[in-house]
């Protein structure tokens, strides 16, 4: 093998850093990945996986375990806030070599253990609970200190600890911090309606959708138009998903209204915001992935698959190339387009929707980006 790295550092445990992690050692190369959360358990309700998200899942060896325990479906409706059927789009399947489905959904904390559990059996080392302290670079590689007092030597350290990253932060201080775009996303898991067999959308002054994620389950979105991110009680959240979903009198979302008191419905508020730095994504040594340099609203739901595509391509230029420099500028040549049409036309379809705007414009830029999307990474 001719990788331009032997030994490897990934700083965060999501799905963009496990990404990583899985690629390289899967191939022989000796990974570390350090989660600062000891339990390694995400926050967040259901996932929405795209046709390419899925096919990045199959590249990463966990599509099987996902159809058995997500939910897997074809085509999309969309309706009237009173529940008129306006249209049923056919999803588009993603160029593969294989047969990939066009999409589904998964809660996302099963996600995170799949990952997990494929992180561990290729043989990366991962350590919990524990965080850089220091790093230091040198012409042969990189020095780390550890917040539980041990070191490290590596050829490269991979930055994926997320939209709020320390390490971009540090090493990057020129880069731009995350926008708020003034909208919020209200999320919750409830027991899925039988009526609902497939992602479905209801469109008014905001917009509520639902995703199924198992047999029995579904999870559920509102996004609020609000101009500022304040603090709302927890206490309060199910009563205020309650008064959006009051403009929708359709009659199986007002069904839904009960099981947002009950406990399982663990109900998720999350002010939004976006974020693109631009090139470059590394610096010597250490190179930033995922939320780190390329974090998006979900009007696309596609921020965890180019994560997990950043990640896939990152390894596949590191195994390609003795030459590290020139693997870290192809990796950014090839994942730059891509992943600046996903932030900003995400962006776009949130100002469309806060201003009430051109549906058709809307709609093409959604197909457009869908299509574009399908084609190989």
Known sequence: MIAAVNKVLVIGGGFSGMTAAIQLARQGVEVDLVEIDPLWCPLGAGITLSGPTLRALDTVGILERVTEEGYLSTDFDVFSPAGDLIVQLALRPPVSHRQIPCGGGILRPVLARIFADKTREVGTHVRLGVTFDSI???????????????????????????????????????????????????????????????????????????????????????????????????????????????EFPAPVLQTLVPQLYEPGANIDYRPLANLLVPLPWHKGRIVMIGDTVHATTPHLASGAGIGIESAIVLAEELLASSDLQVALARFEARRWERCQLVVENSARLCEIEKSGGDKQEHAQIMGDSMATLAEPI
């Open 136 to 246: 230091s670079e040198h012409g042969a590689g990189v020095e780390v200190a550890f917040t539980d007092g041990t070191q490290g030597s590596y050829d490269l350290v991979i930055a994926a600890d997320g939209v709020h990253s320390r390490m971009r932060k540090e090493f990057f201080p020129e880069a731009p911090s995350p926008k708020p775009i003034h909208q919020s996303a209200w999320r919750a898991v409830l027991r899925r309606p039988s009526e609902i067999v497939r992602p479905s959308h209801w469109l008014g002054r905001t917009k509520v959708g639902v995703n199924p994620i198992s047999a029995t389950h579904m999870y559920m979105f509102l996004m609020e138009n609000r101009e500022f991110s304040e603090w709302i009680d927890p206490a309060n959240w199910a009563g205020e998903v309650a008064r959006l979903l009051s």
